[in-house]
């Protein structure tokens, strides 16, 4: 019969070695072990990501990493704006909606990156965020994120940056901290080539400060109660164990 060969966008197909690591005997989610596995990983994650700040992981897909970002620092109500770069970015559209965000989608025709140009015209002093996605898996389309963060910086405006690297990471140059970002979005299934099962969020200390309102949609946990991704004697939820593993 063979050997099964996975040929779509992600999940990737996952190498030897940590397949291997994934089949090594079960440890307690709760001893001491996987906490100092946990908090090594945790530390480690920042030079994944090129950030000095916290990255906080949770079990979920990249969905609930979106979702993550969005109520963790916005509330119902608020203003966003969106880069229309394909069909995943009209997914993170729809999901903001659904939180109760306005959201305004700068169109696209999915052959182009976000244009930072657009941004001008849209920036209104209710703008809460906005919304990029680096690499649109379903284009293929890239956007050049510190392009748009300088464009936000000519307007003095202070709206949060959300970028979405979920088939980037790991396959493209990403820079949280040098581009400005305030909260990068990810996943393990892509560029990590790691199972489903892990979302995270690399986030600026500026996001921390916007602790949002809006109520979780998709059961994925993606309110988060200790920001700061810290490891203590309360380790994270037992769907991450296997997948920390094959991470480290």
Same mark, same amino acid.
């Given at each position: 019969?063979?050997?099964?060969?996975?040929?779509?966008?992600?999940?990737?197909?996952?190498? !030897?070695? %940590?397949?291997?690591? &994934?089949?090594?005997?079960?440890?307690?989610?709760?001893?001491?072990?996987?906490?100092?596995?946990?908090?090594?990983?945790?530390?480690?994650?920042?030079?994944?990501?090129?950030?000095?700040?916290?990255?906080?992981?949770?079990?979920?897909?990249?969905?609930?990493?979106?979702?993550?970002?969005?109520?963790?620092?916005?509330?119902?109500?608020?203003?966003?704006?969106?880069?229309?770069?394909?069909?995943?970015?009209?997914?993170?559209?729809?999901?903001?909606?659904?939180?109760?965000?306005?959201?305004?989608?700068?169109?696209?025709?999915?052959?182009?990156?976000?244009?930072?140009?657009?941004?001008?015209?849209?920036?209104?002093?209710?703008?809460?965020?906005?919304?990029?996605?680096?690499?649109?898996?379903?284009?293929?389309?890239?956007?050049? %994120?510190?392009? &748009?963060?300088?464009?936000?910086?000519?307007?003095?405006?202070?709206?949060?940056?959300?970028? !979405?690297?979920?088939?980037?990471?790991?396959?493209?140059?990403?820079?949280? !901290?040098?581009?400005?970002? !305030? %909260?990068?979005?990810?996943?393990?299934?892509?560029?990590?080539?790691?199972?489903?099962?892990?979302?995270?969020?690399?986030?600026?200390?500026?996001?921390?400060?916007?602790?949002?309102?809006?109520?979780?949609?998709?059961?994925?946990?993606?309110?988060?109660?200790?920001?700061?991704?810290?490891?203590?004697?309360?380790?994270?939820?037992?769907?991450?164990?296997?997948?920390?593993?094959?991470?480290?």
């Amino acid at each position: 019969m063979g050997r099964h060969f996975l040929q779509i966008p992600g999940p990737t197909n996952v190498p !030897d070695r %940590v397949l291997r690591a &994934i089949a090594q005997p079960t440890i307690d989610h709760r001893g001491p072990a996987f906490a100092r596995l946990a908090s090594e990983l945790l530390e480690r994650l920042k030079t994944v990501f090129k950030t000095a700040g916290p990255v906080v992981v949770y079990p979920s897909s990249g969905t609930g990493a979106w979702e993550a970002a969005l109520v963790n620092t916005l509330s119902p109500g608020d203003r966003v704006v969106a880069f229309e770069t394909g069909h995943f970015s009209s997914l993170w559209c729809e999901l903001a909606t659904r939180l109760g965000l306005v959201v305004d989608v700068v169109p696209g025709d999915w052959r182009h990156g976000a244009d930072p140009d657009a941004l001008a015209g849209r920036l209104t002093p209710d703008v809460a965020a906005v919304m990029v996605v680096h690499n649109e898996t379903s284009t293929g389309v890239r956007s050049r %994120v510190p392009e &748009i963060r300088a464009a936000l910086d000519r307007a003095g405006h202070p709206a949060l940056l959300l970028v !979405d690297t979920i088939s980037s990471l790991g396959s493209m140059d990403h820079r949280h !901290d040098e581009w400005g970002v !305030d %909260v990068t979005v990810g996943c393990s299934q892509k560029g990590l080539m790691l199972p489903p099962g892990m979302g995270f969020n690399a986030v600026s200390a500026k996001a921390l400060a916007h602790r949002g309102g809006c109520p979780g949609r998709t059961g994925t946990g993606s309110r988060s109660s200790r920001p700061t991704g810290r490891a203590s004697s309360r380790t994270p939820r037992p769907p991450t164990s296997c997948t920390a593993c094959a991470k480290r």
